[in-house]
C-alpha cells in the first residue's frame, strides 16, 4: 500500500477530513484532535496496513506509523485537503471541550515543548560524541581552532536551550513566540551574566533578584512563558482594539519580566538545585534502580507518555550536574530488549506476515524507535512484551550498576553510544556496549522461550 491509500484510508477511519480539528506528528505518530471522537473507528484504523497501533490520550487520536510518517503526515495533508504548517485551521467554538485530570495535561505540555526540540539536541549531541572519540583517538587536538568552532556549533543549542523551549512552550501554550524569545534572552543576556560574574546584590524595583546560572535551563523559561500566557490573555482583554499591536506585549514585558526576574526564574533554579541534590543522592546510594526500573516499565512509560516527563527531567539533570542517568541508560536497554524479542519472533514465528512484520519491528528498536514493535507486536502478542521487560530491566540493572552517562543528548540507540564517552574514561562506552548486548540477548532467549504462536486471526 502507498502513502495515498494509506492516508486515504485512515482520514476515513477518523470520521474523514471534515471531522480533522487539527493534525499534527511526532518522531512516530500522526496526531489528530477530533471535532468528534465517536465518529471515528480505533479497531478500523488498526486494521489498515502500515498502521501499527492507535492510542487515545491528552484529547489526541494517535495513529502510530513508524518513522516514516512525516511522509504520510505530508500525504493526509494532501488528500485531505488540509492546511499545512502542522495544524488545520478551526475555529474554537468548533473544537470539542475536553475535561481532562491535571497530570494528563502536564504531560500534554511537556510532550508537545520537548517532541520538536529533540532532532536538534540528538544532531548536537551526536556532534559533541563524534568530537570526544577524535580527540580521545588523536585525531584531533582540542587546542586546534576546528575542535574549538566545531564544539561550539554543537554547544550552542544547549547552552541557549531557554531560546529553543521558549519556541516550544510558545506554541503549545498559544503565548506570543517572539515575545517569549525576549524573555529567553533576558535570562541569558551578557548584562545579566555580567551583573552575576561582578558579584554584587542586584534589585529590581526594590525586590532582590537572584542571580542564578540560566543557560542550558529549562524549568525557569516555561514556568516565565506559562506565566506570559495568561498575562497575554488578560492583555488583549483590556486593551482597545487601536493599540493593541504594541499596548499587548508592553504589557506582557513589563508584567512577566520583573516576576520572571524576581521570582519564576529563581524558582525554576531553586529547583534545579534540589534535583542536583536528589541525582547526586541517586547515583550515590542507589544507582542501580532508576536505569532498572526504566529499563523494565520503558513500554508502559511510551503507552502513557510519561517517557516525555523523565525527558524533561534528565534534561534538568544534565543542566544541573552535566550528564544524563535517568532516562537514556534505561531507554537503551529497553530498545535494544524490545529488538531482541521482535528477533525471536521473527525467527521462530510460522506466518509470513509476522515474520516480515517481526523483523521490520527489531530493525526500527534498533535504531532506537520502538513504537511499531510496541504496538504491531508486543501488546498484541503479549509475551514479548514480557520478554522486553526482562531484558530491558535485566540490561538497566548492569547499566546502573556500571553508572552508564550520557554526557551530551541523543537518541536510545546502538548508532547513538558514542554520547556515552565522558568522564575522563572510556568505561561508559565500553559498560554502553555491554548493556546493549545484555538486552538483546536476555530479551531473545525470554521471548524464544515464551513465545507461543497466535491463532491466524490475531495474527
Known amino acids: 500500500m502507498n502513502n495515498t491509500e494509506l492516508a486515504e484510508k485512515i482520514l476515513a477511519s477518523v470520521g474523514g477530513s471534515e471531522n480533522v480539528a487539527a493534525i499534527t506528528h511526532c518522531i512516530t505518530r500522526l496526531r489528530f484532535n477530533l471535532k468528534d471522537e465517536s465518529k471515528a473507528d480505533p479497531e478500523v484504523t488498526k486494521a489498515i496496513n502500515g498502521v501499527s497501533g492507535v492510542v487515545i490520550k491528552g484529547g489526541q487520536y494517535q495513529v502510530v506509523i513508524g518513522p516514516h510518517v512525516a511522509e504520510v503526515y505530508d500525504e493526509v495533508l494532501n488528500v485531505g485537503h488540509l492546511e499545512g504548517s502542522g495544524t488545520v485551521a478551526a475555529d474554537e467554538d468548533e473544537k470539542p471541550e475536553k475535561k481532562e485530570g491535571v497530570i494528563s495535561r502536564v504531560l500534554d505540555v511537556i510532550s508537545a515543548i520537548f517532541i520538536p526540540i529533540v532532532s536538534p539536541l540528538a544532531g548536537a549531541g551526536m556532534l559533541k560524541a563524534i568530537l570526544t572519540i577524535c580527540s580521545t583517538m588523536g585525531w584531533i587536538s582540542k587546542d586546534s581552532q576546528t575542535y574549538t568552532l566545531l564544539f561550539m556549533i554543537a554547544?550552542?543549542?544547549?547552552?541557549?536551550?531557554?531560546?529553543?523551549?521558549?519556541?516550544?512552550?510558545?506554541?503549545?501554550?498559544?503565548?506570543?513566540?517572539?515575545?517569549?524569545?525576549i524573555f529567553a534572552g533576558m535570562l541569558v543576556h551578557p548584562t545579566f551574566t555580567g551583573l552575576k560574574a561582578e558579584g554584587v546584590p542586584v534589585h529590581l524595583l526594590g525586590l532582590p533578584v537572584r542571580m542564578a546560572t540560566y543557560t542550558t535551563s529549562v524549568v525557569p523559561i516555561i514556568l516565565i512563558v506559562w506565566f506570559q500566557s495568561y498575562v497575554e490573555k488578560f492583555a488583549k482583554k483590556i486593551s482597545p482594539n487601536v493599540v493593541k499591536v504594541f499596548l499587548v506585549p508592553l504589557l506582557t514585558i513589563l508584567i512577566v519580566a520583573p516576576v520572571g526576574l524576581v521570582f519564576l526564574g529563581p524558582i525554576g533554579a531553586v529547583l534545579g538545585d534540589y534535583l542536583a541534590k536528589a541525582f547526586t543522592f541517586l547515583d550515590e546510594k542507589v544507582s542501580f534502580l532508576v536505569p532498572m526500573l526504566v529499563?523494565?516499565?520503558?513500554?508502559l512509560l511510551v503507552m502513557t507518555g510519561m517517557h516525555y516527563g523523565l525527558g524533561a527531567v534528565q534534561a534538568a539533570q544534565r543542566a544541573a550536574v552535566g550528564y544524563g542517568s535517568i532516562l537514556t541508560p534505561g531507554s537503551l536497554s529497553s530498545n535494544m530488549a524490545t529488538a531482541g524479542a521482535c528477533a525471536a519472533v521473527a525467527l521462530k514465528a510460522k506466518d509470513k506476515d509476522l515474520k516480515a512484520l517481526a523483523s521490520s519491528c527489531s530493525l526500527t528498536a534498533l535504531c532506537g524507535i520502538s513504537e511499531p514493535a510496541l504496538y504491531g507486536i508486543n501488546l498484541k502478542l503479549k509475551r514479548p512484551l514480557y520478554a522486553t521487560m526482562i531484558g530491558?530491566?535485566?540490561?538497566?540493572?548492569?547499566?546502573?550498576?556500571?553508572?552508564?552517562?550520557?554526557?551530551?543528548?541523543?537518541?536510545?540507540?546502538?548508532?547513538?553510544?558514542?554520547?556515552?564517552?565522558?568522564?575522563?574514561s572510556m568505561s561508559g562506552f565500553y559498560n554502553a556496549i555491554i548493556t546493549v548486548i545484555i538486552g538483546l540477548v536476555v530479551s531473545f532467549i525470554a521471548s524464544w522461550l515464551l513465545y507461543k504462536e497466535p491463532e491466524k486471526d490475531a495474527a
Open 295 to 299: 529499563g523494565g516499565f520503558f513500554p
Open 392 to 424: 530491558g530491566g535485566a540490561a538497566g540493572l548492569y547499566a546502573g550498576i556500571t553508572g552508564i552517562k550520557t554526557w551530551s543528548s541523543g537518541t536510545s540507540n546502538i548508532f547513538s553510544l558514542p554520547i556515552y564517552i565522558g568522564g575522563d
Open 155 to 181: 554547544d550552542i543549542v544547549f547552552y541557549y536551550l531557554p531560546f529553543f523551549i521558549a519556541v516550544s512552550a510558545a506554541k503549545k501554550l498559544k503565548a506570543n513566540v517572539f515575545v517569549a524569545l
